[in-house]
């Protein structure tokens, strides 16, 4: 038995990757916004509930891919296991451009038979000092496949990669 020594990336699994909601000040912060055009175009969507019971949007990070400072993806591995239910990752190889890089947010959704997953580098803050050093990465991402039906699926990563898998049975206990 062989195992994969990487980090696995689970999804919006993180301690804050599901809405909050602080009952005494008032507070929805919700983490990820899909649009038609991206997977998690806004995080950290932070709305106050108002008096008559209507939202008031307070801060939110729009989250468009830039080259600059996302993760420069040389290479996209789909890694099956042979188990049942079948587990399906995505294995990304390639650098940060410089040695503040660091995985954030990992978004992805299933439109129709495809998986849009969106990898974004955690923002840097202002001030910050980063070296020029080019920082490899290894970064395993877990795709929600549990309960799909048999068949050919698509993923793209970032929009630059693109690839295709199968689940030759139903994927259910």
Not at 113 to 122: G, N, T
Request: charged share 20%; net charge negative.
């Amino acid at each position: 038995m062989a195992f994969l020594p990487v980090n696995a990336a689970f999804p919006d699994t993180s301690n804050n990757a599901y809405p909050m909601f602080n009952f005494q000040e008032g507070i929805l912060t919700i983490p990820r916004v899909d649009t038609d055009e991206q997977a998690g175009n806004f995080q950290d969507a932070v709305f106050k509930i108002k008096p008559d019971g209507t939202w008031r949007l307070l801060d939110f990070r729009t989250t468009a891919l830039n080259p600059d400072s996302d993760p420069q993806i040389d290479k996209v591995e789909v890694v099956i296991t042979d188990s049942s239910p079948v587990q399906v990752f995505l294995k990304l190889t390639g650098a940060f451009s410089n040695g503040c890089g660091e995985f954030g947010q990992i978004s992805q959704r299933l439109q129709g038979s495809r998986f849009e997953v969106i990898a974004h580098a955690k923002p840097i803050p202002d001030g910050t000092v980063c070296t020029m050093e080019i920082k490899p990465f290894e970064q395993v991402i877990a795709l929600s496949v549990f309960g799909l039906p048999e068949g050919t699926y698509e993923f793209s990563v970032n929009g630059n990669f693109d690839g295709s898998f199968e689940l030759t049975q139903d994927n259910g206990l």
